[in-house]
């Protein structure tokens, strides 16, 4: 399994550039609250796991502080922000074409393709934003609860954390065997469902190894804005062989089990 993620890493470190992107994007979306919450601590330390992602976020490995009483945080799984809904569709768009073209970008370089990030973005657009909007309706769903019942929110939340690990494939299958959503889902769950993809194994190291990245975190974010800037770009490049080490997953299990292809018909 190491070898997934070292794998990962000579790929990320090799398309160094692809970084820029999703420090880009939290550049953008959380100064805001980065600045609106450094006043409501002192010190802060703590540790969030994650499930793989298809786009690296600060929020992957952080949650940012909230008012004082009784609060639930929703996971971010499809990388929403607390925006205006205007604001929120406006992301989604965004997000799903950057996404589109940094996934295919690098799901080219392991195929040994000429990476085209404009031709990959605009390719899986379309899908790789249905798939966010699905998260943004479960989302959706848990704030509703999250208002009505804490109780209901939390079985929620750990709902969404049991359909995340069958569904996390999806973008990284949609894109590397160029299916629709629908059949990109049917794989994703077929493949975490099987106790020979060792999909549990692979996750676990990868909840474990977000543990450590995001303890490192927690403790530089204590040092202002300078340690948002360099949170925020380093994690872009860890995020980065995170997202790689998944395709390298998703490789290997194209390795050991190949498409078999329905004899032919009678002539």
């Given at each position: 399994m190491l070898d997934f993620f070292?794998?990962?890493?000579?790929?990320?470190?090799r398309l160094y550039y692809l970084a820029f992107l999703p420090f880009i994007v939290d550049l953008i979306s959380l100064t805001g609250r980065f600045l609106q919450s450094r006043y409501a601590y002192s010190f802060r330390i703590g540790v969030k796991f994650s499930l793989?992602?298809?786009?690296?976020?600060?929020?992957?490995?952080?949650?940012?502080?909230?008012?004082?009483?009784?609060?639930?945080?929703?996971?971010?799984?499809?990388?929403?922000?607390?925006?205006?809904?205007?604001?929120?569709?406006?992301?989604?768009?965004?997000?799903?074409?950057?996404?589109?073209?940094?996934?295919?970008?690098?799901?080219?370089?392991?195929?040994?393709?000429?990476?085209?990030?404009?031709?990959?973005?605009?390719?899986?657009?379309?899908r790789i934003l249905l798939y966010g909007l699905i998260w943004l309706g479960l989302g959706l769903i848990g704030i509703t609860l999250a208002l009505g019942s804490p109780t209901l929110a939390v079985l929620y939340f750990l709902f969404l954390i049991v359909l995340n690990y069958f569904l996390f494939l999806t973008p990284f299958v949609m894109v590397a065997d160029d299916t629709g959503l629908v059949e990109g889902l049917r794989r994703s769950i077929n493949i975490s469902g099987s106790v020979s993809s060792r999909?549990?194994?692979?996750?676990?190291?990868y909840a474990f190894a977000t543990v450590g990245v995001s303890a490192i975190v927690y403790f530089v974010l204590n040092t202002g804005l300078i340690g948002f800037f360099a949170t925020i770009a380093g994690f872009a490049f860890v995020g980065t062989v995170l997202v790689a080490s998944t395709f390298y997953f998703l490789s290997n299990l194209s390795v050991q089990q190949p498409r078999v292809e329905p004899p032919p018909g009678p002539t």
């Open positions: 070292a794998s990962g890493y000579g790929l990320a470190k793989p992602f298809y786009f690296p976020s600060l929020t992957n490995v952080y949650d940012f502080p909230v008012q004082s009483g009784i609060t639930i945080q929703l996971p971010e799984f499809g990388l929403v922000p607390v925006f205006g809904f205007g604001s929120v569709i406006v992301y989604m768009l965004v997000l799903a074409f950057v996404s589109a073209g940094y996934l295919g970008t690098l799901n080219s370089a392991i195929a040994g393709v000429s990476p085209s990030f404009v031709t990959s973005a605009t390719k899986y657009f379309l999909t549990i194994e692979y996750v676990m190291l």
